[in-house]
């Protein structure tokens, strides 16, 4: 783990991503002196950057380690040991580089709850994203596959979910679908992120339909608890099934 993490923060992509971070960071809170419509540009900005950063990133990463996972697995070393490393080495490392590019600019310039709320969601995205390029490292041989199959997940999570929430509300509008919505939303970990910081930014009119349920069925409290648990359901689950995998699979 130590290797990976020392090994990563002197990657240029990771300091590069640190770099463009803190320029947006910098430039979209120096804009307006409302530090509210700042934090929300940088919320799209975690939204969008950080799940495909993440999985992308990490999915290459995974698959040009596998020689030096090999040579690990040819000591007396245990496979779940060496996987669950090289993910806790990845994610300390881009946490790192998006605590630098978008936690220190937010503390220095909008310190605040809604500040601190944004920086556990953009962490939280980067652990679940790199869960999952870890899941999609281990049941994918083929490394172009793999990639490929990173920036589908990527593409789901920020972009189609919303679409297909979108077409089961209109679909289903003249049922009682409010509780199944609620369930539906922690089936994504970059809305439940969203509704976390919005809960406290309390912006009705950018919470949407579903952050309008978290509210009046959850409650702003409970309802940020909710939305922590199932994020952090999101980092487990993957991980799980990707040591359960990976015990199995000939390499």
């Known amino acids: 783990m130590k290797y ?3 090994d990563l923060l002197r990657n240029k992509v990771v300091l590069v ?9 910098f430039s979209v809170l120096s804009i307006d002196s409302n530090s509210s419509k700042g934090l929300l540009s940088l919320l799209n900005i975690t939204l969008l950057f950080v799940p495909l950063i993440s999985v992308l990133f990490s999915t290459i990463y995974f698959f040009n380690s596998i020689e030096f996972i090999e040579l690990l697995l040819a000591q007396p070393v245990k496979r779940t040991k060496v996987l669950l490393a090289e993910y806790a080495g990845l994610s300390i490392s881009l946490s790192l580089a998006y605590l630098l590019g978008i936690g220190v600019p937010v503390l220095i310039m909008a310190p605040n709850i809604a500040a601190l709320t ?3 969601s953009g962490l939280l995205l980067t652990m679940v994203f790199s869960a999952i390029a870890l899941l999609i490292f281990v049941l ?13 997940s990527a593409l789901f999570f920020t972009l189609l979910f919303d679409g297909l929430l979108l077409m089961f509300i209109y679909s289903f509008g003249d049922y009682p679908i409010d509780k199944p919505i609620l369930g539906m939303v922690a089936l994504n970990p970059v809305d439940l992120a969203r509704i976390l910081m919005l809960l406290q930014l309390d912006v009705a009119v950018l919470m949407g339909y579903s952050g309008a349920l978290f509210k ?16 952090l359901l999101w980092i487990v689950l993957p991980l799980l099934w990707s040591v359960r995998v990976f015990r199995r699979k000939d390499l």
């Open 4 to 6: 990976v993490t020392v």
């Open 17 to 25: 991503y640190a770099v463009v971070l803190a320029a947006l960071s």
């Open 118 to 120: 944004l920086l556990v």
């Open 140 to 152: 994918f041989k083929d490394k172009t596959k793999g990639i490929g199959a990173a920036i589908v």
């Open 216 to 231: 009046k069925f959850l409650g702003t409290g409970f309802g940020s608890i909710y939305a922590i648990v199932c994020m």
